[in-house]
Structures are given as C-alpha cells and as structure tokens.
C-alpha cells in the first residue's frame, strides 16, 4: 500500500497530482502515459503561474510527444522551452569547462555531480534535462588550494568563508560574464565529513565534459544522490529526483543494488532510499529488485535517522510544518557531523546553531 502522504499534494517532496501527471506520461507505457497526458492536458490553464517544477519537466514531455508523433497546440511551445534549456546547457557546459580543466591542471581532482553527467550520459538529449548550473566536487582536503586555483581563473564565491566551510557542503562561484556553478567540497550534507564519502571518489567513473577529462559517480552511487538530494526538505521540493532516478535505473545496465544497500546502511539512510525506491516502484513501475526493497527494510535505522526523516518527509510547505521540521533538521544535520559526545554535544550544538545562523544571514565567520 502506499503511505498516505505520497497521496497529499501539500506534503514535500513527492510529487503533485499535476507532477505525477507529467511523469506518467514521460515515464509509463504508452496508453497510460496517453491517458495522463489528456487528464493533465484537460486541466492546464495557460494562463495561471505555471509550476516550476513542472516546467522544467517540459523538455522531457516535448521528446516524448515528438517521439510518439502526438501533434497538439502545446508542441511549439514545448519545442521552444527544449531549445532553451539546450541553449543553456550548452552555455553552462562551455562557461564551466574552464575552471574544472584549470583545477584538473593544478591536480585537483573533480568530479561532476548531479546534471551535468545527467544531461551528457543518461538522458538521450543534452536538452533533455535543464540545468540552472553546474555543481563540480573536489576533495574536501584540497578545499583551499581550489578555491585558490578558481580565483586566479577570476570565480569568486561571496558566501565562502571558514563559518560556511564548517557547516555547508557546496558554495555558489561566479564569475564576471554571469557564470555559475556550485563547488562541492562533500557530496551531500548527511555525509560531511564522514568516512563514507570517500566511496563516491572510489567507484567514480571517467567522463568527457566537451573534451575536459573529469569524473562523474558511479550509477549505484548516483541514484543513491538523486535520491538523497531530492527525499530532503526544500521550499520548493525538486521532483526531478524522480525524472532523474528513473532515467538512471531505467537506462542503467551494470547498476549494481548491492552498492546502494551498502551505503545506505553506511551512512544511516536506508529509511529514505526504501521510500524513494518504493515509490518509484509502486507508482511508476521501476524496476527496483524486491529483494533490494526487502534489504533496506530489514535494515534497523537508529533514532537519528528516524526523526531525521520524519522532519524531511512531512514537512509541510506551511508556517507550521516549517516550525516544527526546520528546528528538528538543524539538530540532525548537527549530530551528523558532530564529533563530540554525551552532555558535550550541547555547547556544540548552541555553537553549531550560531555559526548557521551567522552564515545563512550573511555575516562573517572568519
């Protein structure tokens, strides 16, 4: 059965009805995806906001409708946002390639997470998948020698200082031509700082970025990303984690489960990858092995992980979900990465909760 609250629409961040629509007709066979395409199609109203989230599944919808040769008033429209978003990919391929061959020259190694290995090797379009920036990793040891390097190159970060490095994983840079892309210095914020992370440097993969020797993760472990990175609380929760995990797990011959088990008892996050597996299984048809839903069931998550969890899944978009939830995030996020133990985590924590606030208001923490 599924859980009540992938049936609530208000509750982040497991798609809408209109959402769902969308994804059913990129995503199940023909006639269903037909039918959602008519119910989803009936109900749009052109001239009411437009929901993000959906819209930037509209380079997707537009492949599969020319694809399937369905001819409706829509497709010129859906035509121009997929040469928008491939424009634009383009354009962020090309201003990013510079500073990731100069830290590959200075032997920082790099590896791209999220979209661009997305829109380069599992969608079959480099249009296909529409990307606001590039986000680049780094190890978290050679943080410093980075962020020199990109500098030199003229990419700043206005948010990067000693308070944001201690209690973020990634950084916004830019340079003077309006370029943009986040350098990440852990790959996820359950995982900073953890032993764990070293796993993603392990099993990552060589990939061509327009002719930049870089790295992307292996297929387990993105999807492990995808799923993390999308089952987490968002003021407008990014449902593109399940675009993006279906594409993987669809599109994906050597995706080795046992990894993704692997890690999310490792790093305590099995709750959240069964959810997210489940739900693609049930409501798109997956092809998620039951034995793989089973493993991550029989997993014993400690107390962390379930109150972490609870706060992420049903936050709602809401003064009162985020009252509750936000507070209840910052703690786990906290006894993720704390090394203290016992009564010592309290003056950690207090010290933790001012150095964030310090930092999401701008201030300086050198």
Sequence with gaps: MIPAHWRAPLLSPFPTIAQTQVLKTIFAPDTEAREAFRTWRGALDLHAPFDSEVFRLLPLLYLWLAEHGIDDDLMPRLKGVYRHAFARNIWLLRETGPPVAALERAGIPTLMLKGAPLALVSYSKRGARPMADLDVAVPTQRLAEAVRVLESAGWTSPRLNRGATSISHAAPFRNARGGEFDL??????????????????????PLDLDGIPTRMLDPALALVHALVHGLRSNPAPPVRWVADALTIVRRTQDLQWSAVVAFGRAAQLTQRLRLGLA?????????????????????????MERVETAAVLFETRGLVGNAIAKPVIVLTDYMRQADESGLRRVPGFIQYVRRRFAVNAGLEDS
């Design 184 to 205: 990440h210095w852990h790959f996820l914020p359950e995982t900073s700082g953890k032993p764990i992370e070293a796993r993603f440097w392990e099993t990552a993969r």
């Design 279 to 303: 739900f693609l299984a049930q409501r798109f048809d997956a092809p998620i092995p039951p034995r793989i839903l089973d493993e991550l069931a029989t997993s014993r998550p400690g107390l």
